[in-house]
């Protein structure tokens, strides 16, 4: 579990190294031949991290329900949500990771219940569903160093 957190680690620090290097417009901005851009990205990994870690252990999510919704897979961006979030995605980047570790630590999660994710991982423990989460994190990461290209 120690090289799972540090890779978490690792990737947060690269999406707020991302975060911090974009103007709020280019955070927004969906570049041609694209579908989403930098902040959904971002959203979207808050969304199902607190899906992976919090809901499948049926404890309440440290994100507010209408982001959680906002982010989930299936959604789409629109500039004036996106506009909206911009501060509250920036500011529980780092609570919801910190939050997750000392809840995953001290024992504050719930029983966790399996479950197939839709890419076909079967994740049977909380430490599957943290080791899944770095791969889901990952792939954004490289959707979002595309989407940098363009901006």
């Known amino acids: 579990m120690e090289n799972t957190l540090k890779t ?3 990737s947060r620090e690269i999406i707020t190294g991302i975060f911090q ?3 709020n417009e280019e955070l927004i ?12 990205n971002m959203g979207h990994i808050l969304t199902v991290n607190q899906k992976l870690i919090y809901k499948a252990t049926k404890t309440p999510i440290i994100i507010p329900e209408e982001l959680y919704k906002r982010y989930d897979t299936g959604t789409v961006p629109t500039v004036e949500e996106d506009l909206k979030n911009i501060r509250l995605i920036k500011e529980l980047l780092p609570v919801s990771f ?3 570790i000392y809840d995953y630590k001290n024992s504050k999660l ?7 994710t839709g890419t076909g991982f079967h994740l049977s423990s909380v430490e599957d569903a943290f ?4 791969y889901h994190e990952a792939l954004h990461i490289g959707l979002m160093l595309n989407v940098k290209k363009f901006l």
């Open 8 to 10: 978490w680690t690792r």
């Open 21 to 23: 290097s974009y103007s």
């Open 29 to 40: 901005k969906i570049p041609d031949g694209f579908n989403n851009n930098l902040l959904w």
């Open 98 to 100: 910190e939050q997750s």
């Open 110 to 116: 719930g029983t966790f219940n399996p479950l197939t």
């Open 131 to 134: 080791a899944f989460n770095n």
